[in-house]
């Protein structure tokens, strides 16, 4: 088992490495000028001089890349170039725990209603119940998260007043005021992934209840509560875990979208601000964090399925 | 002895005409992915009002003057989803047909040659893999710049891997099968081998692959146009339209609530759509 994770540690490593260079060279390499598009109309000659220094893109790519990835192993991605050129890590220090509340309420959300719904599918296979919830889960995939997230605000804060519209309250000040403030955009953000997890136990599920010992264990004279939860649940979800970590990445995307409708300043807000200031620092810095997240869970979600299943680590 | 499904003896279209005639859903999403397509095409003539024009009727209600109300400078909400759809599936089907063919040659060529071609195309896409797709959609269009064409390349980019792997894992199955072996025997080159006798084999999961992906493509540039990454301030397009009237929706209801409808419901049929291909081309179902 060791030996499985730190392969895997090493693995994952590699990769943000690699992705790192990417997202250094990118910038770098694809035709047209950074700064030019930096400045946009503004820039005269001399902002221009100026900025090319201050960025450091007056020395040869290989020393700027060293130097880049230099500080960014001591925690240091630059600073801003937009407003109080603050530095970069800080910004994202900031903006990352609401992020993560968000994605973890998210998750507890599309966890609550996927779960029963993928079970009761199972159970009722091929009835109107099930039929309804495959309807209802294809309904959760095709809807735009930042609609169901307009939708939210048009019932629950515009009309009823019964929660905030918009903003973040961390929870240091309090429970209520930071579920309140989280629990439209999490539901904005965990339906698409709800429906991806019910559909996937459901066919887990009816995987598991052919399984002979389902037979045996029916033939004991279990109750049907009994056979589903006790016996075919928790087989059932081991298969679930691999896609956890696949669907983790609409999670992120989906926060990237709904953080910028309800103005909370997440990891996502300040990825497209940053983008629209043409602040690329930042942007660097916010795409490096969002494929960090992306890489680790799915490590973890890797790690988790070799303890769990044995099979999976000698393949 | 063995018992065959029904659809088991049915080849070609009277295969699909069986399943389809008993998946009650299929006709009604084809019907509906028509509906936009033709008011795609035939914008210019079904839309009432011309998308940007400007008039004094600001934020009226639906009315049977405006159908679906006006916007916060008085223009027909009607006509700007109508045309709105024009953008939203071109760039639907367009970065699929780019990235569907990008991808299946790098999976092709990948999964037929292996060794140092396979390492260096799969370590491209592992690396992918490190970015949700959106997050790599996004990144892209910040660094070429916003505009239709970039739209199309950065979201292309972003599906190519899922193209790839897909392409890769049939070719690997389907080229130790016997047919290859008898195709390269009668002197066959490996382009023909690759694209002729395997291709054809491999079509079936990325004909569903494609549709899905047709879906996820409009939603990605509807999520760009949102975002204000999208073709232009001045298209109407259906993310842009819901961006626009975001700010009053508390007073004008309908600004955000029918440009996201006609999202879900194209993007709903071509789900169903995809759903009943699966089941009528016999693919398992992968569901990212």
Request: net charge neutral; with cysteine.
């Amino acid at each position: 088992m060791l030996d499985y994770m730190f392969r895997r540690v090493i693995g994952a490593f590699l990769v943000m490495l690699a992705v790192a260079t990417l997202v250094f060279f990118m910038l770098r390499l694809v035709p047209g000028d950074p700064i030019a598009a930096m400045l946009a109309d503004a820039g005269s000659e001399e902002a221009r001089a100026a900025m090319i220094k201050r960025l450091g893109f007056d020395k040869p790519v290989p020393v700027q890349f060293l130097k880049w990835f230099g500080g960014m192993l001591q925690g240091d991605l630059g600073n801003s170039i937009y407003g109080s050129n603050q530095p970069v890590t800080q910004i994202l220090a900031e903006s990352l725990p609401r992020t993560l509340s968000l994605a973890f309420l998210s998750f507890v959300i599309a966890l609550i209603i996927a779960v029963p719904a993928g079970i009761i599918s199972a159970a009722k296979k091929n009835t109107a119940t099930d039929n309804a919830f495959s309807f209802f889960a294809f309904l959760g995939l095709s809807m735009p998260d930042f609609w169901l997230a307009i939708l939210l605000i048009i019932v629950f804060a515009a009309n009823l007043q019964w929660l905030p519209a918009i903003g973040y309250s961390p929870i240091s000040e309090g429970l209520w005021p930071w579920f309140s403030h989280l629990i439209l955009p999490s539901i904005a953000v965990g339906t698409g992934f709800s429906a991806i997890i019910a559909r996937m136990i459901r066919s887990s599920m009816l995987e598991v209840l052919k399984a002979d010992y389902m037979r045996f264990a029916a033939s004991k004279g279990l109750s049907d509560s009994t056979l589903l939860l006790r016996h075919a649940l928790p087989n059932a979800l081991i298969p679930v875990i691999t896609v956890i970590g696949i669907a983790f990445a609409l999670l992120i995307s989906g926060a990237v979208v709904v953080e910028n409708v309800f103005a909370i300043k997440g990891l996502g807000r300040v990825l497209i601000q940053g983008i629209l200031n043409r602040d690329y620092p930042v942007v660097q810095g916010a795409v490096l964090i969002v494929s960090a997240i992306f890489v680790f869970t799915n490590l973890l979600v890797d790690i988790l399925y070799g303890l769990i299943d044995p099979r999976i680590r000698y393949s | 002895m063995v018992i065959k499904k029904p659809t088991e003896n049915l080849k070609g279209i009277s295969r699909f005409r069986f399943i389809f005639s008993r998946d009650k859903k299929a006709p009604v999403a084809i019907s509906v992915i028509l509906i936009f397509i033709l008011s795609a095409l035939f914008a210019p003539w079904l839309a009432p009002y011309d998308p940007n024009e400007m008039t004094l009727d600001m934020m009226s209600a639906p009315s049977k003057m405006h159908l679906l109300g006006t916007d916060d400078l008085g223009r027909d909400l009607l006509s700007r989803i109508i045309w709105g759809t024009q953008i939203s599936l071109f760039v639907g089907i367009s970065t699929v047909f780019i990235s569907l063919i990008l991808g299946v040659i790098l999976g092709v060529v990948a999964g037929y040659y292996g060794g140092w071609a396979d390492m260096i195309i799969m370590r491209y896409i592992d690396l992918q893999w490190a970015f949700p797709n959106f997050i790599i959609a996004v990144y892209l269009v910040a660094v070429f710049g916003t505009g239709l064409l970039n739209v199309i390349v950065a979201i292309s980019l972003a599906f190519l891997d899922d193209f790839a792997r897909v392409a890769r894992s049939m070719v690997l199955t389907l080229k130790e099968q016997q047919f290859v072996e008898a195709a390269r025997t009668n002197g066959s080159s490996n382009m023909r081998i690759m694209f002729k006798h395997i291709l054809p084999n491999a079509a079936a999961p990325l004909i569903v692959q494609a549709t899905v992906c047709v879906s996820y493509a409009i939603l990605g540039e509807a999520s760009l146009s949102f975002l204000g990454l999208g073709v232009s301030a001045n298209t109407p397009t259906w993310g842009l339209i819901l961006a626009d009237g975001r700010s009053f929706i508390s007073q004008a209801w309908w600004l955000g609530v029918y440009p996201g409808l006609a999202i879900m419901l194209i993007v709903l049929s071509i789900n169903f759509l995809g759903d009943s291909l699966r089941d009528t081309l016999d693919v398992k179902e992968n569901l990212l």
